[in-house]
T-cell receptor
Framework: DAKTTQPTSMDCAEGRAANLPCNHS???????VYWYRQIHSQGPQYIIH???NNETNEMASLIITEDRKSSTLILPHATLRDTAVYYC???????????FGTGTRLLVSP | DTAVSQTPKYLVTQMGNDKSIKCEQN?????MYWYKQDSKKFLKIMFS???????INETVPNRFSPKSPDKAHLNLHINSLELGDSAVYFC?????????????FGQGTRLTVV
């Protein structure tokens, strides 16, 4: 699985969009980009995933660059409850094995 | 109803003891996992079972033995507990084993070995 690189931490004002970047320059053609988050003391929570196309669901949007070497998770209107560690994971189509890095600690402030 | 439930939520025990953590999922998934999150907050996969069959074993000491009596349950038994086993253990499940599927995690079991 490709290695991913994320900023250690980010801040966002409540109500604003939070844009979390992820670099995965060695991603291969069959690797999906996954985003999970972990709110303090809870289990990781799935957010969204994609292969090539941009994706949107009720939680977030995922923008993947055309060369697939990077992606951005967008929380359109961040709330205090979105404060969490966000993990970007590249995973191939074999047996699912989530490899969590250090993630980005997002702090949403009033 | 909780989708993936683990018991107990907290477990404090002495070195050398044997303990079990139970996990149940009511999502009808056929794949279950155990992850370990250490004090530095790194999450690492330990085991994965698909239809009660072990498919991933990530170089975990053989003191750790997962058991899957049926597709909905994956229990983790730990023998001769050591201080370094202190961590939060998460159970998870997914439908299928491929990459195009999401995993659902339980709330974790905080194990403290004293």
């Amino acid at each position: 699985d490709a290695k991913t690189t994320q900023p250690t931490s980010m801040d966002c004002a409540e109500g604003r969009a939070a844009n979390l970047p992820c670099n995965h320059s060695t991603i291969s053609g069959n690797e999906y980009v996954y985003w999970y988050r972990q709110i303090h003391s809870q289990g990781p929570q799935y957010i969204i995933h994609g292969l090539k196309n941009n994706e949107t669901n009720e939680m977030a949007s995922l923008i993947i660059t055309e060369d697939r070497k990077s992606s951005t998770l967008i929380l359109p209107h961040a709330t205090l409850r979105d404060t969490a560690v966000y993990y970007c994971i590249a995973m191939n189509t074999g047996f699912q094995k989530l490899v969590f890095g250090t993630g980005t600690r997002l702090l949403v402030s009033p | 109803d909780t989708a993936v439930s683990q018991t107990p939520k907290y477990l404090v025990t002495q070195m050398g003891n044997d303990k079990s953590i139970k996990c149940e999922q009511n999502l009808g998934h056929d794949t279950m996992y155990w992850y370990k999150q250490d004090s530095k907050k790194f999450l690492k996969i330990m085991f994965s079972y698909n239809n009660k069959e072990l498919i991933i074993n990530e170089t975990v000491p053989n003191r750790f033995s997962p058991k899957s009596p049926d597709k909905a349950h994956l229990n983790l038994h730990i023998n001769s507990l050591e201080l370094g086993d202190s961590a939060v253990y998460f159970c998870a499940s997914s439908q299928g084993t491929g990459a195009n599927t999401e995993a659902f995690f339980g709330q974790g079991t905080r194990l403290t070995v004293v």
